[in-house]
């Protein structure tokens, strides 16, 4: 069964950092490009950072200079660095695995996603 699995999200004050892990099961993530989505209470999910194959990473504006997307093929992961959390940023953050020039909807598997929560 092909799984990604999100974790690392928790409470974090504005200002502060955390790291998200994407753990895949099933099949070797360095054969797929993969993607850090997030969605807001009450907002649609958006995309966040990409990073393909070859480690060419992508940031959409408000993640660039703040979050770094990483992969550890040896571990099978993927990670985000997030730096400098604001009260914004609090969401579910998925990732999945697919093209980093195709749609939200071109991607997967989903997993259950990990909450982070920027509050003071």
């Known amino acids: 069964q092909l799984q990604l699995v999100e974790s690392g999200g928790k409470p974090v004050q504005p200002g502060g950092s955390l790291r998200l892990s994407c753990a895949a099961s099933?099949?070797?993530?360095?054969?797929?490009?993969i993607a850090w989505f997030r969605q807001p209470p009450g907002m649609e999910r958006e995309g966040v950072s990409c990073?393909?194959?070859?480690?060419?990473?992508r940031y959409v504006d408000f993640a660039k200079g703040r979050f770094t997307i990483s992969r550890d093929n040896a571990k099978n992961t993927v990670f985000l660095q997030m730096n400098n959390v604001q009260f914004e940023d609090t969401a579910i953050y998925y990732c999945?695995?697919?093209?980093?020039?195709?749609?939200?909807?071109?991607?997967?598997?989903w997993g259950q996603g990990t909450q982070v929560t920027v509050s003071s």
């Open positions: 999945a695995a697919g093209d980093c020039s195709g749609s939200q909807d071109e991607f997967g598997p």
């Open positions: 099933g099949f070797t993530l360095e054969n797929y490009a």
């Open positions: 990073i393909d194959m070859y480690g060419i990473a």
